[in-house]
């Protein structure tokens, strides 16, 4: 799950109606509503400046999972590191960052042996005039570049991207199999 604005607390209910058989990422802000994650990853340092406490009081043994060194040590939150390359990393040691968390998610998801991966949340543009399912993020840059988002998405390579289904209503991102909920689920 990702935090765009099609991200419903039906949608969430919905996935949680069917929980048993998943492993539910939720990236930055999804924790806002959805309380029954497996897995959390944020990148931004200024995100975790901004949300880390609150977050790790509400969720003090949630796997989550950062690229920032600083924040993995505040936050006590498991590390990667990343590099600005094409495709989802194949290296069990990084990520690639495809310029979003988004994407980020997709990759450590991926690299801890997924095999199909429902999208949920990734917009990937306005809606309403609205970035994300809550607003505005507090303290960060709301300015998404989604025209280099949706570049990055295409990168992702052919047998992988053949794993994953978006089933995001009004989604930008067509590079990957366009499906719904209920089907998928």
Known sequence: MATGPSLTEEVVEYVREHKTNHVVFGCNDVYKICDFMD???ACDNRWWRT???KFRKLFPTLESWTQDQRASKEFEL???AGKHLPGLSIDPKLIHFGSNSGYQMLNI?????CNKFILLGYNMKHIDNKTHFFGDHEGMNNNSPYKTFLIKFKTVQPEI???VVNCTENTALRNFRIST????L
């Open 78 to 80: 498991n590390h990667t």
């Open 181 to 184: 909920l209920e089907k998928e």
């Open 109 to 113: 998801a991926f690299l801890m042996g």
């Open 39 to 41: 897995v959390h990853y």
């Open 51 to 53: 949300n880390g406490s």
């Open 161 to 163: 991207a053949k794993l």
